[in-house]
């Protein structure tokens, strides 16, 4: 499964612990160039591991709700590398700095919705705009959008703008699939489940260990589902959801296992 001499373009990789940083990381393991970008300085540590580590990589701070700025920082990644292969779609959850969104519904302000909204879906239209363009042209590319199983296949309290964001990401997913599917581009999403990660709190790793697995999963299990979605070898997956989270959508009884199972 080479990637070689591909170029990579993964948001949201700010997190040393995050799914984005995960899944960059592995894309340079395979051999792809990477640009990454998040909304804060950190990122720049995050090129230097990855540099250490032997990557070819580039990485800018953006805030990808700003169209414009999104639009700017592709024409810098195009500039360096000529061309992006695969767009990975990984902004959202919450900003580095930003609102809190996980607020019952009839206390939810006009203006947290819109927040929410604009990480997950605006900065994925963004991204996808900006992209798409180079993609049609080469008649070659690979979208992957990180949506969440909460809102395409389960929900919690207190997170409807979330849960309304990622099934939103799902429904985008299938469309600009068929739109794209004879022109060599794929365009998929991964669902993670519970994915323990520095952002995680104590409640998400209780929920974690209740899974049929056992534990919370490890981003980089969500990494190698989003590069196996990227290769040569995944050319005829399009329009699709992959769930990854340990079996708990499929279990009925979601309480500690040492009592049912």
Avoid: H
């Avoid at 540099?51 to 999104?70: E, I």
């Avoid at 607020?103 to 879906?121: P, R, T």
């Avoid at 363009?133 to 703008?161: C, D, F, H, K, Q």
């Avoid at 099934?167 to 599917?181: D, Q």
């Amino acid at each position: 499964m080479s990637l070689a001499e591909k170029v990579a373009f993964v948001t949201g990789a700010g997190s040393p612990t995050g799914i984005g940083y995960a899944t960059a990381r592995l894309l340079a393991q395979q051999g792809a160039r990477v640009a990454i970008t998040s909304t804060t300085s950190r990122i720049e540590d995050r090129a230097k591991e990855l540099a250490a580590a032997g990557a070819t990589v580039f990485a800018q701070a953006a805030d990808l709700t700003s169209r414009k700025q999104t639009q700017s920082l592709v024409d810098e990644v195009l500039r360096r590398y000529r061309r992006i292969d695969i767009l990975v779609n990984n902004a959202g959850m919450i900003q580095m700095g930003g609102s809190n969104t996980s607020v019952s519904f009839d206390q939810l302000s006009e203006e947290q919705w819109d927040y929410g909204i604009a990480i997950n879906l605006k900065t994925m239209f963004n991204a996808t705009k900006a992209v798409l363009p180079g993609m049609l042209a080469a008649a070659y590319g690979r979208i992957v959008n990180v949506s969440s199983v909460t809102g395409p296949v389960v929900s919690n309290p207190r997170e409807t703008v979330y849960s309304a964001a990622k099934a939103g990401m799902v429904g985008f997913t299938r469309t600009l699939a068929l739109e794209v599917s004879r022109k060599g581009i794929t365009v998929n999403a991964v669902a993670p489940g519970w994915i323990e990660t520095a952002s995680s709190t104590d409640e998400e790793i209780v929920a974690g260990k209740n899974t049929p697995i056992g534990r919370p999963g490890r981003p980089e299990e969500v990494a190698a589902a989003i590069v196996f979605l990227c290769s040569d070898e995944a050319s005829y997956i399009t329009g699709q959801m992959i769930v990854v989270d340990g079996g708990n959508t499929i279990q009925e009884y979601k309480g500690p296992g040492e009592l049912y199972y």
